[in-house]
C-alpha cells in the first residue's frame, strides 16, 4: 500500500494550537472542506464568465466552430466558417457546443466547460492528496493552491481546449495512482477503466498526448517500484477503455474526411515538435521562467516544495508527483512549438508537492517562505499601484466614462495588498487569505479589463460575437 500517515513535523517544535487537530476537528475539516470549495468555485470562476467579452482569436473561434456544429447538425467533422478545420480532434468542440445549447449562445455557455474542466480538476487535487497522505489540511491546502494558481484561475474564464485537456490528463494520472494504491481487484479495475476513459477523452480533445503522457509517467515509475507485470496486466483494461471511447469517432471521421489524419498526426504533432519552422517557436528554456509566473501568488514557496520534495522523492507518493511534474514540463521543454498553456498538466501534481510542504511547515512552526513569499506579492501590488497611476496620469489607459474599471483595478490592488498583509504579519494562521484574495482578484480584473477602452481594441466586444440566428453562422 502506498497510503501514508501525515508525516512528523520537522524538529522538536510543537505545532501552532491554531494547527493542533483533534478527531472532532479532523472531522468538521472533512465535512466542510468540499462545500467550501465549491463556494469558492462558483464565486471565482462560474460568476466571472459574463463579466467581459469574447478575447481574439481563440475564444471566438471556439465559440464559432461549435455553434456551426450546433446549427448544422454535424458532429464528427468540425468546420470553421463553413471550410474543414483539423487541427484539433472534436470532443473539446462537444462540450462547448453542448454548453451553448444548454445555456443558450451567449458568454455562460461559450465558457461553462473551461469553467466546469478546471472545477474538476481542483476536485482532483483534493482527491488524490487526500488519498496519499489521508490529512484535511494537506488536502485543501492542494486545492486552494491549484485553484488560485495564475495560470489555472485565468484559463477557467478563458474558452479553449487546454483547461479541458488538462482535465483529462489529470483525471488519467489521478486514476493510475488509485488504480496502484487499490485495496481490491474490483477497485483496481474500476480505476484502470477510469484512466482509459480520461485517455479516451483526451485524444479525442487534442491527441495523442493524451496517451503519451500517462505512458510517459507510468512506465519510470512501474520499473522503479518493481510493479511492471502490473502495468502489463491490468494496463490492457485502460487501452481497451481508450479505444472503446475514441474508436466509433475515428472512424467516422476518416469515413467523412479521408484527409484529416494526415493533416493532424504530421501537421499537428510531428511538425510542431520537430520541425524547423514549427509554430510557436521558443527556446527550450521558456517554460522554467513561465512555471514562475504561472504559480503566482505562490511563487516564493517553490525552492521550499522543490527542496522537501526532493528529500523525500524515494516515498511513493512524492516520486509519483515528482515524475507526473518533471517528465512532462522536459517533454514539452524538448518541443520547437510551445505555448504557455501547455504546462497546464504539470501544475496540478506541483499543487499538491506545494499543499503538502506549506502544511509541514505549519505544523513545525516554521512561517518564514509564507512571509517571504507574502512581501514579494506585496511588492508585485505595490509596484503595479504606482505603475498604473503614472500610466494613468501620462498616457491614460481608462477613459473619463470608465471610471468604474480604473476603480475596480484600484480596489483590486488593495484587496491584493491587504490580504497579503495578514500572512506577512502571522503567516501561521493567515496563509489562506491569499487563495481568497486570489479569487477576488480574477473577477475584478477582467471586470475592470471591460471597462478599458485600450484593452477593448484587443477583443470583442460582447456576446455579439455569437450569432443568434437560425441561418448560416457568421463570423465571431
Not at 74 to 89: L, Q, T
Not at 110 to 130: C, D, E, F, P, Q
Not at 352 to 364: C, E, F, K, Q, T
Request: proline fraction near 7%.
Amino acid at each position: 500500500m502506498h497510503r501514508t500517515s501525515p508525516p512528523p513535523a520537522y524538529g522538536a517544535s510543537a505545532p501552532p494550537s491554531g494547527f493542533t487537530l483533534g478527531a472532532s476537528t479532523t472531522s468538521t475539516l472533512q465535512r466542510w472542506a468540499l462545500p467550501l470549495l465549491l463556494v469558492a468555485f462558483g464565486l471565482f470562476y462560474l460568476v466571472p464568465l459574463t463579466s467581459h467579452g469574447l478575447w481574439i482569436p481563440d475564444e471566438t473561434r471556439y465559440a464559432q466552430i461549435s455553434q456551426e456544429m450546433l446549427l448544422s447538425g454535424d458532429w464528427v467533422a468540425p468546420h470553421f466558417m463553413g471550410i474543414r478545420y483539423f487541427e484539433k480532434p472534436i470532443a473539446g468542440y462537444w462540450l462547448i457546443a453542448i454548453g451553448q445549447a444548454i445555456f443558450g449562445d451567449n458568454l455562460f455557455g461559450v465558457r461553462i466547460a473551461s469553467a466546469l474542466s478546471t472545477g474538476l480538476s481542483v476536485l482532483l487535487a483534493y482527491l488524490i492528496t487526500r488519498r496519499m497522505w489521508n490529512d484535511p489540511r494537506k488536502s485543501l491546502a492542494a486545492a486552494l493552491l491549484y485553484m488560485s494558481f495564475g495560470l489555472i484561475a485565468g484559463q477557467a474564464g478563458y474558452s479553449n481546449l487546454d483547461p479541458q485537456f488538462t482535465l483529462w490528463v489529470n483525471l488519467s494520472l489521478v486514476a493510475l495512482w488509485f488504480a496502484l494504491d487499490g485495496r481490491t481487484t474490483r477497485e483496481r479495475l474500476l480505476a484502470w477503466a477510469g484512466l482509459g476513459v480520461a485517455c479516451g477523452m483526451g485524444f479525442m480533445t487534442k491527441g495523442f498526448l493524451a496517451w503519451l503522457l500517462p505512458v510517459l509517467i507510468a512506465l519510470p515509475y512501474m520499473i522503479w517500484q518493481r510493479r511492471l507485470g502490473e502495468l502489463l496486466r491490468y494496463g490492457l483494461v485502460a487501452v481497451l477503455v481508450a479505444i472503446g471511447i475514441s474508436l466509433p469517432w475515428v472512424l467516422s471521421i476518416h469515413a467523412h474526411e479521408p484527409d484529416f489524419w494526415r493533416f493532424f498526426f504530421w501537421h499537428e504533432h510531428i511538425r510542431r515538435f520537430a520541425a524547423d519552422n514549427a509554430q510557436h517557436t521558443r527556446p527550450w528554456w521558456f517554460y522554467l521562467p513561465l512555471l514562475v509566473a504561472s504559480s503566482l501568488p505562490w511563487a516564493a514557496l517553490l525552492p521550499g516544495t522543490f527542496m522537501q520534495a526532493w528529500k523525500d522523492k524515494r516515498q511513493a507518493p512524492t516520486g509519483f508527483l515528482l515524475l507526473w511534474f518533471l517528465l512532462p514540463l522536459a517533454f514539452f521543454s524538448l518541443s520547437r512549438g510551445k505555448l504557455p498553456t501547455y504546462i497546464m498538466p504539470c501544475l496540478l501534481p506541483l499543487a499538491v508537492l506545494m499543499g503538502s510542504a506549506l502544511i509541514d511547515r505549519i505544523n513545525a512552526s516554521q512561517g518564514r517562505s509564507i512571509r517571504i513569499n507574502s512581501l514579494l506579492n506585496l511588492l508585485i501590488g505595490v509596484a503595479a499601484m504606482v505603475a498604473l497611476l503614472y500610466i494613468q496620469l501620462t498616457r491614460p489607459v481608462y477613459g473619463h466614462n470608465e471610471m468604474l474599471g480604473l476603480s475596480l483595478v484600484f480596489i483590486m490592488l488593495m484587496g491584493w495588498i491587504i490580504a497579503n498583509l495578514l500572512p506577512a504579519a502571522r503567516p501561521l494562521q493567515y496563509w489562506a487569505a491569499r487563495p481568497w484574495a486570489s479569487g477576488c482578484w480574477w473577477p475584478c480584473c477582467r471586470r475592470a479589463c471591460r471597462g478599458s477602452s485600450c484593452i477593448t481594441r484587443c477583443r470583442t466586444s460582447s456576446s455579439r460575437n455569437i450569432s443568434k440566428n437560425s441561418g448560416r453562422p457568421r463570423a465571431c
